[in-house]
C-alpha cells in the first residue's frame, strides 16, 4: 500500500509516543535468579534503579522493608531520579503483624524525613493481607492517621487483589485503591490478551469499587515458566507478548510491572519467574508497540 503523505504524517505522533507507560516497576528484596532468600546490596539497588530509568520507568515499588530495602531503594532511586511507591509488609494476619506494622510504620517516617515526601508516591499497608477488610482498613486508618499527627503527608493504603478490591470496595477508602492484577491467573486469558484484560475486566470493577478515587494496578505481569493454566500459557514469548499489552494498557491506567528479575526462592515455577530484566528486552522490543 503507497501512503499519503497526511497518512505517513498521521503516523508520526503514535511513532514519537513509543515509550514506558507504565507507572513503576516492582522489585523484591532479594536478588535475582538466586535459590536462597539474599538480600540486595546498596550496590545492586543502585543498578535496578537505573535499569529502570534506562528503560524509562519513574518508580519503582517494593513490598517490604525487611533487609533494609526501604533505605537502600530510596537512596537508589533518589540517585537515579525515581520515585518510590513504599509497601509494608504484613506477616500473618494484622494482629499477628501489629509489631512488625508499627516498627515499619517508624522506618518509614526516618526514610520520608532523609528522602524527603518529593520521594513517595504512596505507603501501602499489607499486601494481600489474609485479613477482614475491617481488620485491614482500620489498621489502614491508624496507620494514616498517625503520620498525618506527625506531618507525613503521604498517601496511604492498602494493596490486594483485583477481586477482592472488587467485592470489597471498603478496601478504597483508603488515599488511593491499590490492586494487583495478573491475567496469568484469569486464567481464561491468553497472554495477547493480558492488556484487554486489565482495559475490559478489571479497569471496570475498580472504577466501580473505588468511584472516583485514583487506584494503582500494583502488580501485573506475566511469568515465563511453569504449568500451563487453562489459556494461560508461561514462556518468554508468553512474557513478552503480555508485558506489550500491559505497556499499552498503561497508556490508560497506573500500572506496575512485575517483577525486576526472577526469584528462585518462591514456590514453584510460576512464581519464580516473572521477572523482566536480563530475560527480555524492553526498549528494543516490548516498549515499541505503544
Ligand atoms: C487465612 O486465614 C485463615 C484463618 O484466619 C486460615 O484458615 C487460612 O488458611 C488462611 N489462608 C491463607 C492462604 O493463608
Not at 113 to 118: F, L, M, T
Not at 138 to 165: C, E, M, N
Not at 267 to 288: H, P, R
Amino acid at each position: 500500500m503507497k501512503l499519503t503523505f497526511a497518512a505517513t504524517a498521521a503516523l508520526l505522533p503514535a511513532l514519537a509516543l513509543a515509550a514506558n507507560h507504565f507507572r513503576g516497576l516492582t522489585a523484591a528484596n532479594a536478588i535475582g535468579g538466586n535459590g536462597a532468600y539474599t538480600c540486595r546490596s546498596q550496590a545492586q539497588w543502585n543498578t535496578l534503579a537505573n535499569d529502570a530509568r534506562n528503560t524509562g520507568f519513574t518508580s519503582i515499588r517494593i513490598e517490604g522493608f525487611d533487609c533494609n530495602a526501604l533505605d537502600m531503594a530510596s537512596s537508589a532511586a533518589a540517585a537515579a531520579g525515581l520515585q518510590v511507591m513504599a509497601g509494608i509488609y504484613v506477616n500473618g494476619n494484622i494482629a499477628q503483624g501489629m509489631v512488625g506494622i508499627n516498627n515499619d510504620v517508624q522506618t518509614f517516617v526516618a526514610a520520608y524525613k532523609k528522602y524527603g515526601a518529593g520521594r513517595y508516591i504512596g505507603l501501602t499497608v499489607g499486601n494481600e493481607v489474609n485479613d477482614s477488610v475491617y481488620n485491614i482498613m482500620q489498621k489502614v486508618y491508624d496507620v494514616r492517621g498517625y503520620l498525618r499527627s506527625i506531618g507525613v503527608s503521604t498517601p496511604v493504603s492498602t494493596a490486594h487483589t483485583w477481586v477482592f478490591v472488587r467485592d470489597n470496595p471498603e478496601m478504597c477508602n483508603g488515599d488511593f485503591g491499590a490492586a494487583n492484577a495478573h491475567a496469568f491467573f484469569d486464567p481464561n486469558t491468553q497472554s495477547g490478551g493480558a492488556g484487554n484484560f486489565l482495559l475490559n475486566v478489571v479497569r471496570p470493577a475498580l472504577d466501580r469499587a473505588c468511584g472516583g478515587k485514583v487506584w494503582y494496578i500494583t502488580e501485573s505481569g506475566w511469568p515465563s515458566r511453569g504449568n500451563r493454566l487453562n489459556q494461560a500459557q508461561p514462556s518468554l514469548g508468553d512474557e513478552t507478548s503480555a508485558l506489550t499489552q500491559l505497556n499499552c494498557a498503561a497508556r490508560s491506567m497506573y500500572v506496575y510491572a512485575f517483577e525486576y528479575d526472577d526469584q528462585y526462592w518462591k514456590n514453584g515455577a510460576t512464581e519464580q519467574s516473572f521477572g523482566i530484566f536480563g530475560k527480555v528486552d524492553l526498549n528494543g522490543n516490548i516498549l515499541k508497540a505503544c
